[in-house]
């Protein structure tokens, strides 16, 4: 039974590397254009998460 | 023609016209185009000023003509065709160096782009030596595209074997 089971999470992992592998070899392939409008979105993905990471929260002021 | 190509062909005429000697996309810019899209905020293009071009105003005269033609200026960045573009000097032979052997791409519509060969971008990244450098180091001999008996010429040639050698281990995934 717990054989199966690590078969199946081998099996698993590979076909997710397979998926990975895939998508990432498709996004080489994209033209350069493509490619710098992804760039361009994952540094405002980065930069938001920094903010909401980094910035302090502002404190509330009760009124 | 895609806006990207819109940029490269004003960048293109800015050599024609005599604004600029010559020039290589680097940085992130020239990672992208060789491997899969990473988080960039501009395109860094390295460019050869005009010989006897004043060292304080060296990039004057860019932003002029570019002015001149309807760019508009944000902090360190020149909006060229839509696009965030910081031009970088050649000042170290090192990228000097990159900058004249760029390699040269046609994209659609006949425009030639001229990006920084993937050797000179791994020698530049290991003489830089910021841990995303590293990363993408990784990035560039994870797909291949480095002939490493180029890469190991330019480190010889830029006493960067020594550097390369004790940082190995970082550009391993």
Redesign the interface.
């Given at each position: 039974m717990k054989k199966e089971a690590s078969i199946n999470i081998e099996e698993l992992n590979e076909r997710i590397k397979s998926k990975k592998d895939a998508f990432?070899q498709h996004?080489?392939d994209?033209?350069?254009?493509e490619?710098?409008q992804?760039?361009?979105s994952?540094?405002e993905?980065?930069k938001t998460i920094r903010r909401a990471v980094l910035l302090p929260k502002k404190k509330r002021i009760s009124k | 023609m895609d806006n990207i190509e819109k940029t490269i062909a004003v960048i293109n005429r800015m050599t024609d016209d005599g604004v600029i000697e010559n020039y290589a996309l680097g940085g992130a810019t020239a990672v992208i185009f060789y491997t899969e899209p990473i988080a960039t905020q501009d395109l860094d293009i390295f460019v050869h000023i005009r010989a006897g071009a004043n060292p304080l105003m060296e990039f004057q005269p860019i932003f002029d003509y570019l002015k001149e033609r309807g760019c508009e200026i944000k902090g360190e960045h020149i909006y060229i065709e839509g696009y965030p573009v910081q031009f970088l000097p050649t000042a170290k032979k090192l990228i000097a160096e990159a900058v004249d052997e760029a390699n040269e791409f046609e994209l659609s519509d006949k425009i030639i782009v001229r990006v920084m060969s993937p050797e000179y971008l791994v020698a530049i990244m290991l003489d830089t030596g910021r841990l995303k450098d590293y990363l993408r180091i990784g990035v560039f001999l994870q797909h291949d595209t480095v002939n490493l008996e180029e890469l190991q010429r330019i480190l010889n040639e830029h006493d960067l074997a020594r550097k390369w050698q004790d940082n190995i281990n970082k550009f391993q995934i």
């Open positions: 990432r996004q080489r994209l033209p350069f254009g490619k710098m992804i760039a361009f994952l540094a993905r980065d | -």
